[in-house]
């Protein structure tokens, strides 16, 4: 596989996601007017994420097995299949399996994508590639949402099918044009422990740090996110048009970086100089969250996380994927259910502290990060060394 088939992974990873930024908007429109509650909404939420959490090491593990592009195949039809199925509905159980069932499949999609990043760069230069595919990823939520806001305005189902067309398209392009990164010769054909090389185990284990920072970061944003829109609206006035625009400008922000940016960054500072930067940028929003009152001061605030996440992600996924010992599925299937974790339990925990104080989940959140960005400073230089040769890679 060669680099020029990163452009082929980046388009993949923007249309996958594109589906999925598409719903956002009406996803709670379209299942309270079947007549569910709020509470069954966030049950279908959280279904959602509760699979992608159990299923991503799954078939990241058998990634390693049988190789990558099976599964990519597996998400992208699953999403299309349950996609149009959701949008189909017209009772709230139907829902309910459809959404199960499409977190199972598209639980297998980001794990492959990054696993082929790591098979496709060598260690050194993998920042870049996962900086590729985030940009993609960060382009369809800037995009998605938009578009799932115009196509409302027609129909609640139309979103849905949009979304379920789009994957069923990527599914076909990838077929017939991503070739298999992962060769039968460096399979996995032994798959290793699955309780030592659970989510669980390993952020205890030597790549701990890591995957605490992936865990927390993801849990302190997820937070944000869903208590933003009611902040800005209950003590400036502000609407929820006002928040996408927000929204828009930092998903522009953390784009930008990841896909022209990052490569030559690590290069001059580093992948850990970077991700501690990041660290350091998420304290300074959620400080400047409570200190602002304005579009633009809030706009403004938000293109700090934009940068902090832009640097974090890329830089933290690179750093694992270099430093394993287990096969890049199998950490990529890890890494992902971390970053679910965390977007299980922070709108939890920030929604409890906003009904206690609306600058409560901010203030939980920064501390929490100053916490992160003074274990990682310290404990940084304990983290094992680099172990995947780039000798093992082809030329690219």
Known sequence: ?????????????????????????ILPFFVTNLGATATELGILSASYNVMQLLFAPVWGRLSDKYGRKPFI???LAGFSITFILFGLSTTYTELLIYRVLGGITSAAGIPTLTAMIADLYPARERAKGMGVIGAGIGLSFVFGPAIGGILGEYSLSLPFLVSGTL???????????????????????????QHKNSSVGVI??????????????????????????LYIKDLYGLTAKDMGYMFLIMGIVSVALQGGFIGKLVKRFGESTLLATGILLYVAGFICV?????????????????????LMRTTNTAMISQRTNTGQGVTSGNMTSMDTLGRI??????????????????MFSGFLSLLLFG???????TLPEIVHDDKSHPEH
């Open 204 to 229: 205890f284990g030597d790549l701990g740090l890591l995957y605490q920072v992936l865990f927390i970061t993801s849990l302190a944003f997820a937070g944000m996110e869903t208590v933003f829109a």
């Open 167 to 193: 994957a069923l398209v990527t599914f076909l392009v990838a077929i017939f044009f991503l070739p298999e990164s992962l060769p039968k010769e460096n399979r996995i054909l032994q798959l290793p422990n």
């Open 345 to 362: 339990a922070g709108p939890v925990v920030a929604g409890w502290l906003y009904g206690i104080s609306f600058n409560l989940p901010f």
């Open 375 to 381: 274990m990682y400073v310290i404990r940084a230089r």
């Open 1 to 25: 596989m060669q680099k020029k088939h990163l452009l082929l992974l980046f388009l993949i990873s923007f249309l996958m996601m594109l589906g999925f930024g598409i719903i956002i908007p």
């Open 290 to 310: 409570m200190l602002s009152s304005t579009f633009l001061q809030f706009a403004l605030t938000l293109c700090l996380f934009g940068i902090g996440q832009g």
């Open 73 to 75: 195949l597996l998400a």
